[in-house]
């Protein structure tokens, strides 16, 4: 997307020593920029005419969704039956929507959908047969026979909202309470369809999973289980093909188990303990067989943690008893030393939220308020510890870093933050390991904001955000270079009253394409419009040579 600011309109290309000049023939919106070349986007309603009735809904299940190639757009609307919301795929290059599920009963909808990683099916949830009861179906993304994943079930029963699909795209597991009242158990099954297989056993402790995991090598599910109505909760695994499923905590007496994570080569799962009795958590981590359980750290609570990518260390905040503010530590996976990675803290809540960064994850990002009290900075440190080093200009009192992600190389990190002005979030970007800062937006109305929610294109070029950025009452689209000075609107012209969902924006793995929902043509009517580079799509007008 970005790298069309760059470009020309018009292709010139040698051809026997002649020219055939290739005319970029634009319609809708045409963009440019002081100083640049000339940039060519296309805007255009993607979900097609809607009935008067007809929106594309403010939910996790109508967030228009690319698939993971970019090519299709997956989303859910009301084109045919008011408040009845179906699910539909489309090119990304155009067409007509494809609608994915059959005929629903009267009072169904589709309430949830995935894409598989290999981008063949999508996998969603509706209440498709029997009003209220959800079921877990698939069908190919581009549209074809329909396949009921799960048992069938009877009233009163429903499919989890939870499920997931295998990392290789041949399975899904989920979460059902088709066995037992009060209890959902764990089954996987192909994603094409066959007979579920039962993945928690018949164990007494397993009869109700609270949660799981599928492992990175599609091998095996981690979950979480107690007993109908109570019980100690504990942490099993199973082959993906089901079996007699393996305890993975020690038996140390009055421990729930809370949180978990799976290593990358999935051997290894890192678990917290939480005591019934009092405040202890301990922090443990054990082979995925159960075996070489060892306790990495004690405190009063466990915030967070996570593997870093290479498998190697454990990092973790956790709140210490002397002053009560969150610290951050890392530790190999192992066991072994444990290193503070910021500095101490006596004041404030102290760490908030981390990332890691870098190959393998060998520094790590961090929110905290070090300096002032409740004034959130970021940082950044080596995993095995040092310096920290603060990457925003120092910040006054009342202000603070909001929300921050690293670029998917890695090497730099993008966040919100009034950071200029008080209460007022602006855009910017800076290095992992410390450096200059830039701000990406320009100059916002009065009364303006950037969203919290913002997403760096896959080619870590630039970076796309709503923001009442031009008119405080209007929400609009744009794209912005990662070193700040250019920016796009990718929005078409809205009508009075109009604006960009901020939650509804999704970007192609290409970074060609930006897909949003806005009731850019009729206030208050929500549709799936789609800005895509103008050299994309063209018709091509060649000029005969002489």
């Known amino acids: 997307m970005y790298k069309s600011i760059a470009r020309t309109c018009i292709s010139i290309q040698k051809n026997c020593g002649k020219l055939i000049v290739i005319l970029l023939v634009v319609a809708m919106l045409s963009l440019a920029l002081p100083g640049e070349s000339q940039a060519v986007l296309f805007n255009r309603k993607i ?17 228009a969704v690319f698939s993971p190639d970019g090519q299709y757009v997956v989303f859910v609307a009301d084109r045919e039956n008011d408040e009845m919301f179906e699910l539909y795929s489309v090119q990304r290059k155009g067409g007509e929507p494809v609608k994915l ?56 029963s429903n499919v989890e909202h939870d499920f997931d699909i295998t990392p290789n795209s041949l399975g899904v597991v989920y979460r059902v309470d088709q066995d037992q009242d009060g209890g959902a158990e764990l089954y996987g099954n192909w994603i094409t369809g066959g007979a579920p297989v039962k993945l928690n056993g018949n164990l007494e402790d397993t009869q109700n999973v609270i949660d799981f995991r599928i492992t990175p090598n599609n091998l095996g599910v981690v979950f979480k289980a107690n007993r109908v109505g109570g019980g100690m909760i504990n942490l099993y695994a199973n082959w993906i093909t089901g079996g007699t499923p393996v305890r993975i905590n020690p038996d140390i007496g009055a421990f729930n188990v809370d949180k978990y994570v799976i290593s990358p080569n999935s051997q290894v799962v890192v678990f917290e303990l939480k005591s019934i009795v009092g405040d202890a958590r301990l922090l443990y981590r054990a082979l995925i067989t159960g075996e070489s359980p060892i306790k990495l750290h004690q405190s009063l609570s466990m915030y967070l943690f996570a593997i870093s ?53 060998q520094w790590v990002v961090y929110r905290a308020d070090p300096a002032i009290d409740y004034v959130y900075e970021l940082f950044s440190v080596a995993i095995s510890g040092g310096t920290p080093i603060r990457l925003n200009p120092p910040l006054q009192s009342g202000r603070s870093v909001e929300t921050y992600r690293i670029t998917p190389n890695r090497l730099g990190v993008v966040y919100t933050a009034d950071q200029e002005q008080d209460d007022v979030l602006e855009l910017f970007s800076a290095p992992v390991a410390g450096g200059a800062v830039h701000k990406l937006n320009p100059a916002l109305a009065t009364g303006g904001d950037v969203s919290r929610i913002f997403h760096i294109l896959p080619n870590n070029l630039g970076v796309v955000y709503t923001a009442n950025q031009d ?19 990718l929005n078409g012209a809205l009508v009075e009253g109009g604006g960009v969902t901020s939650s509804g924006v999704d970007v192609s793995s290409d970074s060609q394409a930006v897909v949003y929902r806005a009731d850019q043509e009729v206030d208050e009517k929500f549709e799936l419009f789609i800005t895509i580079e103008g050299l994309e799509m063209y018709l091509p007008l060649l000029v005969r040579q002489e």
């Open 101 to 156: 599920n059959p005929p629903l009963v009267n009072g169904g909808n589709v309430n949830l959908f995935r894409i598989s990683p290999d981008c063949k099916y999508v996998v969603y949830i509706a209440d498709q047969e029997k009003d209220d009861v959800d079921e877990l179906f698939s069908v190919p993304i581009e549209g074809g026979e329909v396949v009921r994943l799960n048992n069938p079930l009877s009233a009163g």
């Open 47 to 63: 979900s097609q005419e809607l009935p008067a009735f007809g929106d594309v809904p403010n939910r996790s299940s109508g967030e």
């Open 309 to 361: 990518s290479d498998g190697s260390r454990v990092v973790y905040i956790t709140k210490e008893q002397v002053y009560l503010t969150n610290n951050l530590y890392s530790t190999p996976i192992g066991g072994g030393d444990v290193t503070q990675l910021n500095d101490p803290q006596t004041s404030g809540d102290g760490v908030e939220t981390f990332k890691f960064a870098s190959d393998g994850g």
């Open 471 to 489: 008119d405080n009452e209007a929400n609009e689209l744009y794209v912005a270079s990662i070193l700040g000075g250019s920016v796009l609107k």
